[in-house]
T-cell receptor, first 114, second 112 residues
Framework: GAGVSQSPRYKVAKRGQDVALRCDPI?????LFWYQQALGQGPEFLTYFQNEAQLDKSGLPSDRFFAERPEGSVSTLKIQRTQQEDSAVYLC????????????FGPGTRLLVL | EDQVTQSPEALRLQEGESSSLNCSYTVSGLRGLFWYRQDPGKGPEFLFTLYSAGEEKEKERLKATLTKKESFLHITAPKPEDSATYLCAVQAWYNQGGKLIFGQGTELSVKP
């Protein structure tokens, strides 16, 4: 079946603009994760959903970052008033039920803030 | 603080030259250790999960092992198509949701 998809694949924003990044998880996957990957680094956890409930948002770097998953499927990561330090690849992953289940990653959205 | 450190940062091998990648970890109660492969411009691709010290898993030319402090990814007779960044990640028991803590990765280049 289809894997995790993300859109857009690339996004260029001017400093101060708001952006919205979309994630379509594997159908039927209960858990959804967002990670941020800086150039040359490993992914860093941002937030986690189980169905529509956001159970862990400890990795969100500031209150400018907001994520939602209103119907327990598609998720959107929103960044308000973007700053240059927000430039990174944003990865979405889903798993069947969380915990030790394998997380399957999407291709990522590369965000460049000018 | 939970932490994952991978070494070396970069590794260049000739085709057929076997080697190992290291992943050292500090975590409050290891629930699982994961290896992923990441190609340029793509998301990480799952390779292995290891759960307890002494466990080993194999897939083609790759073999992953686990001790109480580190994991190794052994690559036997690598081919150019094995060139990628290899990421190690741990999951702690207190993170019931499944949050992964990643190392910075090892960039492997295999020359023909």
């Amino acid at each position: 079946g289809a894997g995790v998809s993300q859109s857009p694949r690339y996004k260029v924003a001017k400093r101060g603009q708001d952006v919205a990044l979309r994630c379509d998880p594997i159908s039927g996957h209960v858990s959804l994760f967002w990670y941020q990957q800086a150039l040359g680094q490993g992914p860093e956890f941002l937030t986690y959903f189980q169905n529509e409930a956001q159970l862990d948002k400890s990795g969100l770097p500031s209150d400018r970052f907001f994520a939602e998953r209103p119907e327990g499927s598609v998720s959107t990561l929103k960044i308000q008033r973007t700053q240059q330090e927000d430039s990174a690849v944003y990865l979405c992953a889903s798993s069947q039920s969380g915990g030790l289940e394998t997380q399957y990653f999407g291709p990522g959205t590369r965000l460049l803030v000018l | 603080e939970d932490q994952v450190t991978q070494s070396p940062e970069a590794l260049r091998l000739q085709e057929g030259e076997s080697s190992s990648l290291n992943c050292s970890y500090t975590v409050s109660g290891l629930r699982g250790l994961f290896w992923y492969r990441q190609d340029p411009g793509k998301g990480p691709e799952f390779l292995f999960t290891l759960y307890s010290a002494g466990e080993e898993k194999e897939k083609e030319r790759l073999k992953a092992t686990l001790t109480k402090k580190e994991s190794f990814l052994h690559i036997t007779a690598p081919k150019p198509e094995d060139s990628a960044t290899y990421l190690c990640a741990v999951q702690a028991w207190y993170n019931q949701g499944g949050k992964l803590i990643f190392g910075q990765g090892t960039e492997l280049s295999v020359k023909p």
